[in-house]
């Protein structure tokens, strides 16, 4: 049986490697940020191969981000916060020693930056959220016409 904390990084490889696929990407991006930051800080350390596992999976991940987001999101913000993860998944590997050796602010400067991102991969996602229903209630609309016209989108348009 597994450890919560293999667990949590198995989670977070997980959806890394979906956002890199292209399979809801901003969705899978903050989940993965979610699990990380909600970890990263605990008692309970991930491996040195967990580590190097999570930051591959979070390149390839970033790869998936400037491919599959929108392209109004800058690909300079991808790549700082993928950073930002990428410090996290490493303070969560690191002895905590080391961690208590860091400038005070260090973490805290560092979860504000990753929840930012974090944020917007939750704030596209939502909006993904919405233009996919909005598409479920034109196609509605549509077939709602096709039934009482009784015939097919060319029929449509001529019968209008």
């Known amino acids: 049986m597994s450890t919560d904390v293999e667990h949590y990084a198995w989670h977070a490889k997980h959806l890394l490697e979906q956002a890199a696929r292209g399979d809801y990407t901003a969705w899978s991006l903050s989940g993965a940020m979610e699990v990380v930051a909600n970890h990263y800080r605990s008692n309970s350390r991930i491996s040195e191969g967990q580590r190097d596992d999570l930051l591959s999976a979070a390149v390839r991940a970033q790869l998936g981000a400037i491919t599959h987001l929108p392209c109004s999101y800058s690909r300079d913000q991808i790549a700082a ?13 690191e002895p905590r020693e080391m961690t208590a050796r860091r400038r005070q602010h260090f973490l805290v400067d560092l979860d504000a930056w990753a929840r930012m991102f974090r944020n917007d991969m ?36 001529l019968t209008i």
């Open 122 to 157: 939750h704030n596209i996602s939502l909006v993904e959220q919405i233009e996919e229903r909005a598409a479920q209630r034109r196609e509605a609309e549509i077939e709602a016409l096709r039934a009482n016209v009784g015939g097919e989108p060319s029929q449509l348009i």
């Open 81 to 93: 916060g993928m950073q930002f993860l990428a410090y996290q998944i490493a303070v969560w590997a």
